[in-house]
């Protein structure tokens, strides 16, 4: 009896989850290890990532284009989520191993800031001048699943200076949080 020469695949995690992570910003990578389980070499034909939101996924991997038996590689994902809500994708393993194509799932939900205002405008009426009306108020709220990044409040246009402004809102707001105007 010749003993037959066969790949094998394994991979760990089979699926790799990110969390939570802000829309437009860079996860921390993630790995997942693939080994050659068989007594021949493991050949790859392809390994990318694919599905409806694979274009927020970053893979590097070390894998080439043959794994010698017992030889291992390391995957290397990034989440980059580019909107709102659960982001999914797979690493997709074309190989000569059986149940080619293998798959490890990505899921990762991006979040984002959203700003909320009590009011768009305020009427001060008629004043006279040199004289100051009674302070009105705008609550800013961060309606949004993330903090709020606030980089300035300020009071704008050809007369900006009668309208003086002070803020309780500080740099940031955290998610259902508000703050004055």
Do not use: W
Not at 33 to 57: C, E, K, M, R, W
Not at 130 to 141: A, E, F
Not at 175 to 181: E, F, N, Q, V
């Amino acid at each position: 009896v010749i003993p037959v020469s066969t790949a094998g695949f394994s991979v760990s995690p089979t699926t790799v989850n990110f969390g939570t992570q802000g829309v437009g910003t860079s996860s921390a990578a993630q790995t997942a290890t693939l080994i050659n389980v068989g007594n021949a070499a493991l050949t790859f034909s392809g390994i990318l990532v694919t599905g409806p939101n694979a274009a927020d996924y970053t893979l590097v991997n070390t894998c080439g284009s043959l794994l010698t038996p017992s030889g291992q590689c390391t995957l290397s994902v990034t989440f980059t989520p580019s909107s709102a809500g659960v982001r999914t994708a797979s690493v997709v393993f074309t190989d000569n191993a059986a149940g080619s194509p293998q798959t490890v799932g990505l899921t990762g939900t991006g979040i984002s800031a959203g700003v909320g205002l009590s009011a768009t405008t305020l009427t001060f009426g008629s004043q006279l001048l040199g004289t100051s009306t009674p302070s009105q108020s705008v609550i800013l709220t961060n309606n949004g699943n993330a903090a709020l990044s606030i980089t300035g409040v300020a009071v704008t246009g050809s007369n900006s200076g009668d309208f003086p402004e002070t803020t309780t809102c500080g740099n940031s707001l955290a998610a259902g949080g508000s703050c004055t105007i």
